[in-house]
């Protein structure tokens, strides 16, 4: 297995960022699907994101305007509309999409804003943090979901009038938090990695890993934003078993490259193969004979 990787600490967090092919993932040398993030996809004025006519919590609708596909991840933070929501799973516009309904949670359960029909959503680069986008991969009830965020805000002390996920990003000490994570765990440092796999404690948090490097490098900062969520104010590790991480994370791969699962379609483009491996969730979105994006959590 060919692999650039690197291990940094901060606070109680390590990040592995390594390229390995999994059993099933295998992809050839397939050229890369052109693919935009949402963010980058909405500063072009490429991706629309609206209410349905009749608005309902759990769907919104999203618009591919652009010629380069656009991926948003299961944990996408939406931020407008009648309140504020989260991507329950992978999905891949094509270009000129047309509409396309697009599951989602609630992570502002006291606002429903009238007017949002008309305001649209913007896509800013808020994650969910890694126990609730577990939550949110695993399909647990919107009650949970709520429940989780309410634990996010206790934690940092982050009160909303409107209960959002938002106001934990907003706060100023969790801006610099975040902005020492991103400084510490910079992805230039591990040039051609193709992912992240990260643990909090010593303990595995989460595996990410894309089709690409340019793909990694332009989507890990927010993934690493969400992750330091988790290490907000507690002791830094004085050392950390190098070694016995990469282990850990070798051992996981070769198992998820011998899993059996699921494989169904979504809203967008390609399939998605649902797994389970060492009691975790995991996914890959499968498009054009490549594995666009693998989760593990």
Request: glycine share 8%.
């Amino acid at each position: 297995m060919t692999k650039r990787e690197f291990l940094a600490v901060l606070g109680t967090a390590a990040a592995t960022t390594l390229a390995p092919r999994a059993a099933w993932a295998q992809a050839g040398r397939i050229l890369a699907i052109a693919i935009a993030t949402p963010e980058e996809a909405r500063e072009r004025g490429e991706l629309t994101i609206t209410e349905r006519e009749r608005a309902s919590v759990p769907s919104v609708v999203v618009e591919n305007l652009g010629k380069r596909h656009v991926l948003l991840l299961a944990g996408e933070i939406l931020l407008g509309g009648k309140q504020n929501r989260v991507v329950t799973e992978d999905v891949l516009l094509p270009p000129l999409s047309g509409p396309v309904d697009l599951q989602v949670y609630c992570v502002e359960q006291g606002r429903w804003n009238p007017e949002g029909s008309r305001a649209g959503f913007s896509a800013r680069g808020t994650f969910a943090a890694p126990q609730l986008r577990s939550k949110v991969i695993e399909r647990q009830s919107q009650g949970e979901v709520w429940a989780e965020v309410d634990k996010y805000a206790q934690h940092f002390a982050a009160p909303s009038p409107t209960q959002s996920y938002q106001a934990i990003y907003d706060k100023a000490e969790v801006k610099a938090h975040q902005a020492e994570a991103e400084a510490a765990l910079d992805q230039r440092t591990a040039s051609g990695a193709l992912g992240a796999a990260v643990f909090t404690s010593s303990s595995f948090a989460a595996l990410d890993l894309f089709q690409d490097a340019g793909l990694f490098a332009r989507e890990w900062p927010k993934l690493l934003r969400a992750h330091a969520l988790d290490t907000y104010q507690r002791p830094s590790l004085k050392d950390t078993d190098e070694q016995g991480v990469r282990a850990q994370v070798e051992a996981l791969l070769r198992r998820a490259g011998s899993v059996e699962g699921t494989l169904r379609r979504n809203a967008g483009i390609g399939r998605l193969f649902e797994f389970r491996v060492d009691r975790k969730r995991g996914s890959a979105l499968i498009a054009e004979g490549q594995v666009v994006h693998t989760a593990v959590l």
